[in-house]
Structures are given as C-alpha cells and as structure tokens.
C-alpha cells in the first residue's frame, strides 16, 4: 500500500487552498444550537405528507431534472412572469457554485464586499479566479468602488441581508450598482424573509441582477438542501447547462414545493424570529455589547472589554455554541443566531455571568 | 423590460456548449421506462424507517457536512481501513464533478473511452478542458494508448461497466492503466453490482485509482440522490475542498445508509436484474437484433435491417420508453434497461412486430 501525498494530482489552487469549513455541526450531545442560522422550529407541516406521497410513488425513478413543480410555485409566489425564470439547486450553496462556474473563468474576478459570506472566496479559489473585496462604508452602505467596471470582473455577489452583520442595502443602490457593473449581480437572500424589503422583483427591471434564495432558514429547511434563484431566462438557461442533470432529489423537491406553499406559516415564523432578534438585541446591548442592528435571523455583537474568542469557548462549555468569527483589518465578533425566546434566555443568562 | 440576450455574461465555454441533455423523465403519462438504467423494484424496505426517523428528529439543523454515518458503514462492507476512505456525494455524478473540478484546469486534459458515457465530455467542456476519446479495441478491452502518459492529462474516466455497452476492463488491466497513467484513474462502477467483479478494493493498491459508485441503479435509489467515491484518505482530504459544505441532505444521508445496510435486499435484487438481462439479450436476439454481452442493467443493440430511431420512435408511441443513442464514427442504436420480467415481455413483443 503506498500512501505517498497525493497534492500532487490536484490543481495546484485546491492545493493551496484550506477549504471552507462549515459552521460546527455536532452530531452528538445535547447543544443550544445558535451558530449556523438555523430555525429553531420545525419546517412548515404539509412537507410530511408531501414526503409520504413521494414515498409511496416509490424513489426508484429519477427525479424531475428541472424540479418544475417547484418552479411553478415559486414563480406564482413572486408574480414573475412563469416557472422559466426559477433556477432550483442543492441549497443555495448550489446556485453560488453553479454561478461561480458559469460566469467566471479561470485568472477572470469575482467581487464581494467585506466582512460578507466567507464561501465566496472558496468558491473563487475553486475555480482558479481571483477575488476583490470592497470594504463596506461605516453606515454600512457601499463605496461607489463596488460597482466600478472592471476589465476581468464577471460576477459580483452581493448577501443582502449581509452575513455577520444583518444589514441591508438599498433596492435603488442595487439597481444603480447593477447599471454600472460590466457583470451579473447576485444578490444573495438567503436571510431576506427576516428583512422589511426584498429585491426579488428586481431581475425583472435588469438582466444582470439574479437574486437568491434559500429554504434553509426561514423554512426550517436546512436539512433537505434546497435553494434557488430567480434571473431572465435567457440566463437560467445558461446555467442549466452547468449544473449536475439531477442536482435536486425528488424528496427535496416535494417538500421544499409544500413549504412554500404555506405562506401562512412563513409569516407567523418569521414574525416569532423578529420578537425573538428584538429580545436578543436589547438583553444584549443591557449587558453592553455593542450589536449591529440586524434585518436577519442573527446578530453580530461584540463587547468593548470582554474579548470575543473566551466568550464563545465559555458558552460552547455550556453546551450553547454561537459562532466566533475573526474578519482581519476588521473585527472579529460573535454572531448569535436567533433560537426560541427560551434558548435566547438561556444564552443571555449565561453571557451575563461572563461580561 | 430588458431581454436582450445573455450569453455575453457567461463564460465562452459554456455558451457554446450544448448542455448535457440526461434521458427523458416523463413527469406524467403512464410509461414502461426502460431509458435511464433504474431499478424497476422499489429500494430496501429499510429505508422508510430511516426517514420516519429524520422526520421525527426535523429537518431545521443541517446535515452532517461528511455524512459520516453513510461512511462508516460503507467502510465497513468495503473492507476499508476507516471512514476516511469515502467521500459521499449527491449522485455520483456530483462525485463526477468533484473530481474533474479538483484535478482538471482551465485548459489541461481528461481522457475517456469511445463510446461511454456523455457526461465526462460535457464535464470537460464546463470546465474549460479539453478531452481525448480513446476507442475501446474490437473485443472491448482498452489499447495501450489509454494508458499513455501526456503532458497536461490531470484525469482518465473509465466506467466498468461501461455505458452503453455494458462491457468490463479487468482488474489486471485497470492496475496497469493505473501504474502507467500520470493521473488519477477514475474507475465509474456505477453499474457493477450487476457485474461478476469489480475494483472497489484497488484503491488501496494504488493511490491513483478512485473507485466511484452510486446508489441510483443496484438500490433503486435514483430518486434520491446518493453516490460515493472510494480512494486513499489523502486524496479524499482535498476533494472534501471543492464539495459543497453540505452537498448531501439529511433524508439521503439517512436512507442510503439504511440501504447498504440490506446487503440481502440488494443481492436478490441483482439476481433477479440478471436473470431479466438474460431473457431481453435472448429475446432479442431471437428477433434478429445485435446484442453485446451485457454486464449492467441494460444492453445494447442494434439491427442489420431496421434503423434504430424509427424502432425508439415507435415503442415510444407505444409507451415503451427506451434509449435511443447515436455514437459518431462507431454506431447509433438502442440502450434497454433491464425492466420486470413483465416489462421485458411487453417491450420484446411490440419489437416482434416492428422487425
């Protein structure tokens, strides 16, 4: 047996690279779970016989290629004009991939603003792009800088909310970003149900802005994997050619087309998640943490005397993990996801013997 | 409304490639579906509990990044030293392109036989490579050439079975393809559980041969979306890199590892698969057709007399789906899969009448 390195079959970029590591997921011991934005209720209750009907079917057949019973759905809930302009894939994270290859060629750039969704450095470095980040101003708002033309620049990823900070930009700062950038625009929502605005409507005025979504959080999702996206056409039929033939499993598509059926239970959900911020927002700032105002399900908090990185191994020892993120030249933080009202208690109760 | 048009967004590649077009999924009608290679039973009875079991638990949390549970037990019934020896993917085909991803630049080269499967070129294509087709020999086996050593060749594809064909490499040539290639031999069981052999303890032999397979054909799991890779730890340790986070769901995790559990499920399973095989190579050869000796669920044949298509055309109009394939420069014909022994009666019969 010769176990000999083998970085040397690989490109030398996969090489180099560390690869992005996930949020931990124990999969043993009992945890308060506040650090991957998770919901903290179950998904909406038709996914259950939706899942039985597939079951019964049998799941010896390939799956719809398209997932167009989904598309159908979906495009009915955004009024958009039919099911051709829904892009469904393995959780979002699919639909950033699938972009990444589709638009962005090897030594070409993809742009993002920082501190914002680490993943999309991974997924430059993937594919052998380079990357450019363009610091958020002190509001929070952009730099005329992040929709300057360039010559290699082919995509540009905008999280609107923003992760870790829970902020937003504008839908005419977006419009006016996507006039001027030389590339699509992916506006990644992922977060937006938490948000008072979203920008799904937005392909519709401007080919080159796409808009992500994600039924991992705000559909208590996070375990089927299914996301999508919403651009013309005449762009998702691109993209189709680059995805797997059979990226979403029948089961997924079924239930994921049952939850967003149910409007109704989104909204009730959501509304429970935003008291929820509210109460962790204000019993954070009570124990003097400086929180950034968040239109998501978390919030990025930091504290002028007690560093960020104790404070985390000290709730994590108390089986409450949260995520501690080190941003350099920027902050490093914790960013505490929204649980029940319960477990935010909980948190706040053991933070407040630690500050 | 803008809708001009957007290919001059996406990369040059992949506007001009065609996509890979996978074999049609007829979403309604009643049809004998003999053109995708599934299993006509319905998978290990197994599984339906393990689903309950993830229902149960929910779905908000997301899934084991490694699927761990899956990897443990498929260690087990490989024989392989641990766990760390498979990567799980969504399909085999999310495997496929993992690894053309991790080993294939912008420019450098991948090999594969002629004919085989479709996909390994359009990956190829996706990935701004290029591709070199080595035509299997007359007796199937594969000429020295495949093993040749080239200057930017990152990747070879070998499916064993091959599709369409059916036809197997032995173990003895794989070890010496493996040992002369410069790069990793991805060999692509996808259909070996129908095989008299197979290489899935070859990876411990050489570190450049991965061993691929799914859960689509011998487990009647098409609809669910699970493959895996088996390869030295160190190689799966960098494709873990170019994997999305979370590329396999919680419901999939679950059922296919209940799945590989039932190794007398998927025994009987296979027998009677090849006992079908059987009849439909004698059936049509008693009508007259070209069959080559098949070691997959389906088989390959073609007519001295009556053209292919037309004979797709009609069974499809008699709702007996099957396969038509055109392969340049070697042959086009018809890809059956292995159906019921009802399934094979009905189809055979209508081809008596159209022969």
Chains 1, 2 share one sequence.
Not at 57 to 66: N, T
Not at 320 to 326: A, G, K, Q
Not at 336 to 351: H, R
Request: charged letters at 20%.
């Amino acid at each position: 047996m010769r176990m000999t390195m083998s970085p040397q079959f690989v490109r030398p970029e996969i090489a180099a690279m560390d690869g992005y590591v996930p949020g931990e997921q124990p999969q043993a011991g009992k945890f308060i779970k506040l650090n991957t934005n998770e919901n903290p209720y179950p998904p909406p209750p038709g996914i259950r016989g939706a899942i039985d009907e597939v079951l019964q079917r049998g799941l010896q057949k390939y799956p719809d290629p398209m997932a167009n019973a989904f598309r159908m759905r979906a495009a009915q809930i955004h009024e958009l004009p039919s099911k051709d302009w829904v892009l469904c894939g393995n959780g979002s994270d699919d639909i950033l991939t699938i972009c990444t290859r589709a638009f962005v060629g090897h030594g070409e750039s993809l742009r993002l603003p920082y501190p914002s969704y680490i993943l999309y450095r991974s997924l430059a470095q993937i594919q052998g792009a380079r990357w450019e980040e363009v610091r958020f101003n002190a509001d929070w708002s952009l730099p005329a800088a992040f929709g300057e033309p360039a010559e290699s620049l082919k995509l540009a990823f905008l999280p609107n909310p923003n992760s870790p900070t829970g902020t937003m930009i504008s839908r005419e700062a977006i419009l006016e970003l996507a006039d001027r950038l030389p590339c699509p625009l992916l506006v990644d929502e992922a977060y937006v149900d938490f948000a008072d605005y979203s920008c799904i409507d937005l392909p519709k005025k401007n080919e080159k802005i796409l808009v992500s979504r994600t039924l991992s959080k705000s559909y208590g999702l996070a375990g089927l994997r299914f996301g999508y996206l919403v651009a013309q056409p005449q762009v998702i039929e691109q993209l189709v050619k680059v995805k797997d033939s059979y990226n979403c499993d029948s089961l997924s598509i079924a239930a994921a087309t049952a939850a967003i059926d149910d409007q109704v239970w989104l909204a009730t959900n959501r509304d429970k998640i935003v008291a929820t911020r509210k109460h962790l927002t204000e019993g954070l700032e009570k124990l003097g943490f400086q929180v950034i105002p968040s239109q998501a399900n978390f919030v990025w908090c930091t504290h002028p005397e007690k560093p960020a990185k104790p404070l985390y191994e000290a709730l994590k020892a108390e089986h409450v993990l949260v995520r501690y993120m080190n941003y350099p030249n920027w902050s490093d933080g914790l960013r505490i996801s929204v649980g029940t009202d319960d477990q935010i208690s909980a948190c706040l109760s053991l933070l407040s013997n630690m500050v």
